[in-house]
């Protein structure tokens, strides 16, 4: 069984990696000038808009003025998840996947869970006041169909967590809607 505080270190440590190589990859991308990027007005629930502003990015040759725009990019990021909070946040996959950091606004969350098969699905807290989630539906075959569990999480200030779902077999869904 692995050791929690060691699995979420070396999952910060693929987050990091991931930035920094995404980071490179925008960086090293075409040549030309960045659009200007300006921050997502409060409320405004527009990933899109957000990611058809980056695909328009271009490298500096800078580099200080390169990071400040990935500086810009990451409030952005952060602006348009805690504007879109408000929607559930539906995950899919057809084996065992981990998500992650995610930073889970204040409040209560109905979590549903459908699978044909054994499905178990658990929050990490990283960071901040995290309530507790262990969802679990075992079955020894394969369903004809899907069964859908439900539960609640409750995070609490600043939760930055991973999801974790381990499935058995078929494809699986799961999904935290706030309750209001």
């Given at each position: 069984?692995?050791?929690?505080?060691?699995?979420?270190?070396?999952q910060?440590q693929?987050?990091?990696?991931a930035?920094?190589?995404i980071g490179?990859?925008?960086g090293a991308?075409?040549?030309?000038?960045?659009?200007?990027?300006?921050?997502?007005?409060?409320?405004?629930?527009?990933?899109?808009?957000l990611?058809?502003?980056?695909?328009?990015?271009r490298p500096?040759?800078?580099?200080?003025?390169?990071?400040?725009v990935?500086?810009?990019?990451?409030?952005?990021?952060a602006?348009?998840r805690?504007a879109?909070?408000?929607?559930?946040?539906?995950?899919?996959?057809?084996?065992?996947?981990?998500?992650?950091?995610?930073?889970?606004?204040?409040?209560t969350?109905?979590?549903?869970?459908t699978?044909?098969?054994?499905?178990?699905?658990?929050?990490i807290?990283?960071?901040?006041?995290?309530?507790y989630?262990?969802?679990?539906?075992t079955?020894?075959?394969?369903?004809?169909?899907?069964?859908t569990l439900?539960?609640v999480?409750?995070?609490?200030e600043?939760?930055?967590?991973?999801?974790?779902?381990?499935g058995?077999?078929?494809?699986?869904?799961?999904?935290?809607?706030?309750?209001k």
């Open positions: 069984m692995r050791n929690n505080k060691q699995w979420i270190r070396r910060g693929r987050a990091i990696f930035l920094i190589v490179a990859v925008i991308w075409a040549a030309g000038n960045s659009p200007a990027i300006h921050a997502q007005p409060v409320g405004e629930c527009a990933p899109a808009a990611i058809e502003k980056l695909a328009q990015l500096t040759g800078d580099n200080a003025k390169d990071i400040g990935l500086t810009v990019i990451e409030s952005q990021i602006a348009v805690v879109c909070a408000g929607q559930a946040l539906t995950f899919t996959g057809e084996a065992d996947k981990a998500f992650g950091p995610l930073d889970f606004p204040k409040g969350y109905r979590v549903s869970a699978s044909t098969a054994a499905l178990a699905v658990s929050v807290t990283v960071s901040g006041d995290c309530g989630l262990a969802l679990l539906s079955t020894f075959e394969i369903l004809p169909e899907p069964r439900e539960d999480f409750q995070a609490g600043a939760c930055r967590a991973m999801v974790k779902v381990t058995v077999g078929p494809a699986w869904e799961v999904t935290f809607t706030p309750v």
